[in-house]
């Protein structure tokens, strides 16, 4: 396909995504299926478009003065696709699968390469107008360069799984991709983003994968598992585990022994922890059947470490699901603040005495890190908070760094302070 066909391409799924609105996966599915003359390198290229206007809609909006599919298509091919401004007027000519002409505004604003000077924050930002308040609460005057940094394109960042290999190994096995360390996880090997329409390479396809030398796993959540705590011969639970991301990590740092209980209120994310576990060669993981809050209840306050990854707004990783960015609703994160404050008081009662809850977020929203902390504290005077950087000394070794919300107690990971997806970190022990 042309250029102009791949931008018109986008123009047509961008149009089922934000007119009508459908999950973006699904419409560059649908579209490939209506379309199957096209190319893998065609499709690859169509998405990075569509997920690129998706990052950084609002400001390309401002930029072209329209929020139009086609206007934001255009206006994103530049970076997207590689071209020069002169490229993707010369595509835009009108012809059969191509967007029709740009007029003078449409190229002018086009050749400015940005959004005026005097947008508004969140404009600037590339966030949700209900959102910049709690970004300013977070970051102060930096609220604007942190969302900027989220609207950019992820790295894919992998964990080395120690049971069975060494970063060096890795490193060696991925290194036709770039591959490099990453910068504060110790265990983290780092694939950098393509450029224009490149496409990521499917790093789970290789053998390197299968034979569970590595897992894919933000730098970020790689650091939050850490600072956890767990250490060998301890008893750990994973409250909230998913697909087991974490407790992978957990069973590593304690080189297979003592236990960790694996536990998730729905099953059917509980699911793909098992072919998980076998292939990294994890033996001291129990997998509790997922929802049967009794049996967890059951064992009672016997952990050295309960890790709570909260279910939350994901606003952390709006970088690898910028689509996610504009379906969130206040009613949606109202929802998600009471499930974390259920979820930790039933940690609460799983703790044991000078044992440590860790309270993991992938947002960086106040109102689902801070403030709940400050409500637990509020609620359960038997925990004292544990300043980040007295874990992070004890669990990953060196110097901690600095929280991008200023915090000495609890540690928030972003894009722009850290160049990892959004983390939050807080580590309470139980005194009584």
């Not at 396809?205 to 250490?231: C, I, M, P, R, T």
Request: with cysteine; hydrophobic share 45%; net charge neutral.
């Amino acid at each position: 396909m042309k250029p102009g066909g791949r931008i018109q391409a986008a123009a047509e799924v961008l149009e089922d995504v934000l007119v009508r609105h459908q999950p973006a996966a699904v419409a560059l599915a649908d579209w490939g299926k209506r379309h199957r003359f096209a190319g893998s390198g065609d499709r690859a290229a169509i998405g990075t478009l569509v997920y690129d206007v998706l990052r950084r809609r609002l400001s390309l909006g401002a930029q072209m003065g329209s929020e139009a599919p086609r206007a934001l298509a255009v206006a994103a091919a530049p970076r997207a696709l590689g071209l020069s401004p002169a490229d993707v007027i010369g595509a835009c000519d009108g012809s059969v699968h191509a967007p029709a002409p740009l007029d003078a505004d449409e190229q002018a604003r086009l050749a400015a390469g940005g959004p005026p000077a005097d947008a508004p924050a969140h404009v600037a930002a590339d966030i949700p107008e209900w959102l910049i308040a709690s970004f300013v609460r977070a970051f102060g005057a930096r609220a604007v360069a942190e969302g900027r940094a989220m609207a950019e394109r992820a790295p894919i960042d992998l964990r080395v799984n120690t049971l069975k290999a060494t970063r060096d190994k890795v490193l060696t096995a991925l290194a036709r991709y770039g591959a490099v360390p990453t910068r504060l996880a110790p265990l983290g090997v780092r694939i950098p983003p393509p450029e224009g329409p490149a496409k990521s390479p499917h790093v789970e396809a290789e053998a390197a994968h299968g034979k569970g030398w590595f897992e894919v796993q933000d730098e970020g959540s790689q650091l939050a598992a850490a600072l956890s705590g767990a250490a060998p011969r301890q008893q750990v639970l994973d409250l909230c585990a998913g697909a087991g991301g974490k407790t992978l990590a957990l069973a590593a740092a304690m080189h297979n022994s003592g236990q960790i209980y694996a536990y998730d209120s729905d099953k059917g994310q509980l699911r793909p922890i098992f072919e998980r576990l076998q292939r990294a060669g994890v033996r001291n993981t129990q997998v509790l059947d997922g929802g049967d809050r009794a049996a967890l209840e059951a064992l009672g306050p016997r952990f050295d470490v309960v890790l709570v990854d909260a279910p939350c707004s994901g606003s952390g990783t709006w970088r690898r699901k910028p689509d996610a960015k504009w379906r969130l609703r206040p009613e949606a994160l109202a929802a998600r603040q009471a499930e974390q404050r259920e979820v930790l008081t039933l940690a609460a009662g799983l703790v044991k005495p000078g044992g440590r809850l860790a309270y993991v977020t992938c947002s960086v929203l106040p109102e689902e890190n801070a403030d709940q902390v400050a409500w637990f504290l509020a609620t359960f005077p038997g925990f004292v908070l544990v300043p980040y950087g007295e874990v992070w000394r004890a669990a990953i070794g060196g110097e901690p760094p600095a929280s991008a919300d200023g915090s000495q107690e609890t540690l928030l990971l972003t894009p722009a302070s850290h160049g990892t997806d959004g983390f939050f970190v807080a580590n309470l022990m139980r005194t009584a």
